[in-house]
């Protein structure tokens, strides 16, 4: 199936994210939200998005405008969706909701249209039967600044009709995605598996007091070659998120370790108001980190 008009439900940061890039690739978008209000602070997410097109990907004024005009907006769901080839979920990650919220696209949309959702933490067997259609759902889940970091993971169920897992795959190469095919439910995807075991040996290490946060980052770097270390990426994410992660991990395995974080991450970072990058300080200060001095990776 050839898809030309595409519904995202949920304009947070990552939907208003998703429902540009998509406009700016040529398709028709409709996004939903619950509120007035809240299609009004995506209108605002938008506009700021269009001079980080223009500075990062070198789009002109005529071209983020096309984009705009090629997007519309709606609280009332079946008006949403009433044209739409594919339904992009991209709501609060809460169990209950997701599972009313597929109950109701279920009913609205028309039987042509397929879905997915974006969840980064549940997989889609656990909402698959909610849909009404398990044949056409699967998971479609991009990475914060997609149009820099252009991942799409697209991750079927045991019950997702192929060909709809190969329509979405086509699909997100057609909006400017690397497109990175999961044949199995996994928990973190692909990305998250890798990454979420990463940031906590590193978070270990430093409060095992093995090393401090530049050293550990430092031997990241040289030894790998990537741009950023496990407390840089931290700082990226957010520390309130890595402490929700903390927590929960500390809750779920009564690891005195863990609990360690947690403590760390509130008490040296959050409680001080540093909250990583988007505060201008994290366990970095920024805009001029220490790791992107000229000695750093010297050993200076």
Known sequence: MHYTHITVAGSGVLGSQIAFQIAFKGFKVSVYDISD????????????????????????????????????????????VAEADLVIEAIPEVVQLKTDFYKELGEAAPAKTNFATNSSTLLPSQFAEATGRPKQFLALHFANEIWKNNTAEIMK????????????????KAIGMVALPLHKEQPGYILNSLLVPLLEAAQLLLVKEVADVETIDKTWMVATGAPLGPFAILDVVGINTAYHIGQAKASATGNPEFVKIAQLLK??????GKLGRATGEGFYKYPNPSFLQPGFLKGE
């Open 157 to 172: 169920h045991p019950g997702t009709d192929p060909k709809v897992f190969e329509d979405v795959i086509a699909f997100a």
């Open 37 to 80: 209000e809240a299609l009004a602070r995506a209108q605002d997410r938008i506009e700021a998005l269009k001079p980080r097109y223009q500075e990062d990907l070198g789009a002109t004024e005529k071209d983020v405008a096309e984009a705009y005009q090629r997007m519309s907006f709606y609280t009332d769901l079946a008006e949403a």
């Open 267 to 272: 008490s040296d970072y959050i409680d001080q």
